[in-house]
């Protein structure tokens, strides 16, 4: 590990914000901002934290050391399951009971964030060699902020928890402090607060820190025989009869318990043969872990080895709750990928596990229960087990293998006011896709369901009155056709039957199908048509927002049937406002329409044959009669749809450049589409380039 020492006392000279050479004026004003944003983030976690009712906030902390506290309750601190602390933990708390008791609240919630924010700065500052100055000025401001918004973090603010400071005396040990005595003093103290840091003396002794894990060692070996004799009766209720902490705390198959043995219980598995499973499986873990830990930090990347160790050792614990999971958010600085377009997966996929819910990330899906239910888990074993991360000696470290890209855009859209990066023709990422698409929908239906400012009635009077000014207009047009053809419809029962299946069958299932095509046959036309249906729902979400309006099928007066969802009771006060799936009361812009005039309009200028462009557009007819036929929709419901959409194109246009005219076509898509060999050049194509410049590392 010496050298990968030395590689790393340079490893981020400006993390701290110190370069060489002043920043350009571009850089210097991102940096400013990404600090601001850091601040605002502060700002707002003291203030979501301190507006909470006493009784609601610091929970954690007050069963620690509030006036009922357990560390006052003379006797065992274990006598109820509420501390869940080593009994080095509660040796070190018990004299500051007073203190913290008085320092709840302000004082704890700023020195928290005040570790946060040091955590963030060595992180910046270990980062790996070699490092550009966009990432040396860009990545201390980056890392405290994705802290800040992680849910360890949010929790551990939230519950009063004190799971950060293990973390950062593991790093301080590693990183800031000189002498290895020291240093491995710091990971010990950490171990003796968290059993599982253990599996950082490997890593020291594998790489050659010998006497750092050694000291680390005796340091928590000292602890423990300290915690021992002071509280002997504690010590053996933590080590003998809890087995190390398992059974403290909350249920351990709660979901909250991401490690090994938690995921075997919420599988149903109990008794010795659970018992057996987690031990076995912790082996392996803990192996695999270390070893791919020390062949980073022989590889320079002692960060990441950190960052593996840290979740092999959430994995292999009894227990690991929400506040004890940060080492997976370390991990990001792995660099996974040989094509430009997978290097973004890795990081990406983390820092949205560990910023998001699960339910987000995944839908709410029978067969997805498993991976949602341990999503932090699985990432935290593909860190330590799985991803391959790359060496710093490979070719394609520094230098992915390039995207291809289409012709720059026309010079005649140069005056333009907006930049126009040109057509990329590569195949994206398909996990990439998918996990924007998943949160992108799930934060769709959040927006959609907040659209109409709640459940009360307030919201309901106003969207029936949007209601009657819709229907007014419509009379004054002459095309208020929505009573006549829901009761015509209605009569003929095989008419009604099918516009209820195609109301409730097609909305997805085109949209999905059209972009499943695009992605594999015609990936540049793909990226384009993306662009497209995103700008045209994110202005359908500004039309729920500002103008939540009721459709004829929830107007009581109008006399339309329901036939989707069947006879309604108007007489229910909250009729109609927030339900558990959808946002009734968000109807106009008409998405329903705009989504299949979408796929009509795409299929239309992509489809080779004449009959394939009339058959795209019958999708868009069927469907403006069924959303009419169900009462589901008015008619300028519709065109508010087919706005938005024409809206979606134009900003896909101007924002993106023109659609592509020389990207593979055909069969031949899906191999020319992955770009060309490592080494290999190709015409019209340039290799995309890393955020810091040539041969640097991309920014954290």
């Given at each position: ?10 490893a ?5 914000g110190?370069?060489?050479a002043?920043?350009?004026p571009?850089l210097?004003?991102a ?6 944003i ?9 203030a979501v ?14 069963t ?18 509420r501390?869940?602390?080593t009994?080095?933990?509660?040796l ?17 919630t ?7 924010a040091a955590l ?5 500052r270990?980062?790996?060699?070699p490092?550009?100055r966009?990432?040396s ?11 800040m ?9 939230w519950?009063g ?26 990971i010990?103290?950490?171990?003796a607060?968290q059993?599982t840091?253990?599996l950082?003396?490997?890593l ?5 820190r ?21 509280l002997?009766h504690d010590s053996h209720?933590?080590?003998v009869?809890?087995m ?14 991401q490690s090994?043995h938690?995921?075997?219980?919420r599988?149903g ?5 659970e018992i057996?499973?987690?031990?076995a499986?912790?082996?392996v873990v ?13 590889d ?9 160790t ?5 994995a ?5 709750w929400q506040?004890q999971?940060?080492?997976?958010l370390?991990?990001?600085v ?18 949205l596990v560990?910023t998001l819910?699960?339910?987000m ?11 949602r ?6 990432a935290?074993?593909?860190a330590a087990?799985?991803?391959p991360f790359l ?8 230098t ?7 012709t ?25 896709e ?19 400012g ?7 009077v ?19 056709v929505?009573h006549?053809?829901n009761?015509a419809?209605?009569?003929v ?9 195609y ?6 299932v ?9 992605y ?17 729902t994110?202005l359908?979400?500004?039309g729920?927002?500002?103008f939540p309006?009721a ?6 007066t ?5 036939t989707?969802?069947?006879v ?9 406002t ?5 946002n009734?009361?968000?109807?106009m812009?008409s998405?329903?329409f705009?989504?299949a ?11 080779p ?13 069927l469907?403006?009669s069924?959303?009419i ?6 008619v300028l419901?519709?065109a508010?749809?087919a706005a ?17 005219t ?10 020319r589409?992955?770009g ?9 194509a340039?290799?995309e380039r ?11």
């Amino acid at each position: 590990m010496a050298d990968a020492e030395r590689s790393q006392g340079t490893a981020g000279a400006g993390a701290f914000g110190a370069a060489a050479a002043s920043p350009r004026p571009g850089l210097h004003a991102a940096r400013l901002g990404l600090w601001l944003i850091v601040g605002l983030l502060a700002i707002r976690q003291v203030a979501v934290v301190l507006a909470t009712p006493r009784a609601q906030r610091l929970t954690d902390l007050e069963t620690w050391v509030g006036p009922r506290g357990v560390l006052h309750v003379k006797g065992s601190l274990y006598d109820s399951s509420r501390f869940t602390g080593t009994p080095f933990g509660g040796l070190v708390l018990k004299p500051l009971t007073k203190a913290a008791e008085d320092a709840l609240g302000w004082g704890w919630t700023f020195g928290t964030l005040l570790l946060v924010a040091a955590l963030g700065l060595i992180a910046a500052r270990a980062l790996p060699q070699p490092a550009g100055r966009r990432t040396s000025l860009l990545a201390a401001p980056v890392a405290i902020s994705l802290l800040m918004l992680s849910l360890p973090v949010r929790d551990a603010l939230w519950l009063g928890q004190t799971s950060i400071i293990p973390v950062l005396l593991v790093l301080l040990g590693c990183f800031v402090v000189r002498g290895r005595r020291a240093g491995g003093a710091l990971i010990g103290l950490a171990a003796a607060l968290q059993p599982t840091m253990l599996l950082f003396a490997p890593l020291l002794w594998c790489t050659g820190r010998k006497r750092a894990a050694t000291w680390t060692g005796a340091t928590f070996a000292v602890c423990t025989a300290l915690a021992w004799a002071a509280l002997p009766h504690d010590s053996h209720t933590y080590w003998v009869h809890h087995m190390a902490g398992v059974g403290l705390g909350g249920r351990a198959d709660a979901l909250g318990n991401q490690s090994l043995h938690g995921a075997l219980l919420r599988f149903g598995l109990t008794g010795p043969l659970e018992i057996a499973l987690y031990l076995a499986l912790g082996v392996v873990v803990a192996v695999l872990g270390a070893h791919r830990a020390v062949r980073y930090a022989r590889d320079g990347q002692l960060l990441l080895a950190v960052a593996v160790t840290g979740c092999a050792a959430i994995a292999v614990s009894p227990t690991a709750w929400q506040h004890q999971l940060l080492w997976v958010l370390l991990a990001v600085v792995g660099r996974a990928g040989r094509r430009a377009s997978d290097r973004y997966v890795w990081p990406v996929a983390v820092v949205l596990v560990m910023t998001l819910p699960a339910r987000m990330l995944l839908p709410n899906m029978a067969v997805m229960t498993p991976l949602r239910d341990n999503m932090v888990l699985l990432a935290a074993l593909a860190a330590a087990t799985s991803v391959p991360f790359l060496s710093r000696t490979s070719e394609h470290y520094l230098t992915p293998v390039p995207t291809r890209y289409a012709t720059p855009a026309p010079e005649r859209r140069r005056n333009l006011p907006v930049s126009f990066p040109r057509r990329v023709l590569t195949r994206p990422n398909l996990l990439l896709e998918l996990l924007g698409t998943r949160v992108t929908y799930a934060a769709y239906q959040q927006v959609r369901l907040a659209a109409t400012g709640g459940t009360n009635s307030g919201g309901r009077v106003r969207a029936e009155r949007h209601g009657h000014w819709i229907l007014s207009a419509e009379r004054f047009l002459h095309i208020d056709v929505e009573h006549a053809v829901n009761h015509a419809v209605v009569k003929v029962d095989w008419l009604r039957d099918f516009f209820d299946f195609y109301y409730e069958s097609f909305h997805f299932v085109v949209p999905l199908t059209v972009l499943g095509v695009l992605y594999w046959r015609r990936p540049a036309d793909y990226r384009w048509a993306r662009a497209a249906l995103g700008f045209a729902t994110l202005l359908a979400l500004a039309g729920f927002w500002l103008f939540p309006l009721a459709p004829p099928r929830l107007m009581p007066t109008l006399g339309v049937i329901d036939t989707v969802h069947g006879v309604q009771d108007f007489s229910k006060p909250d009729y109609g406002t927030l339900t558990a799936l959808t946002n009734q009361y968000a109807a106009m812009p008409s998405l329903h329409f705009g989504w299949a005039l979408w796929c009509g309009l795409v299929i239309a200028i992509l489809a080779p044959r004449g009959w394939m462009k009339a058959l795209a557009l019958l999708h868009p007819f069927l469907t403006l009669s069924a959303i009419i036929a169900t009462g589901n929709h008015w008619v300028l419901d519709a065109a508010g749809g087919a706005a938005v959409v024409i809206c979606g194109f134009a900003l896909a246009q101007a924002l993106r450049g023109p659609r592509a005219t020389n990207g593979p076509t055909g069969r031949s898509a899906g191999k020319r589409g992955r770009g060309p060999r490592s080494g290999e050049a190709t015409p019209g194509a340039e290799p995309e380039r890393s955020a810091s410049g040539p041969g640097r590392s991309a920014p954290l």
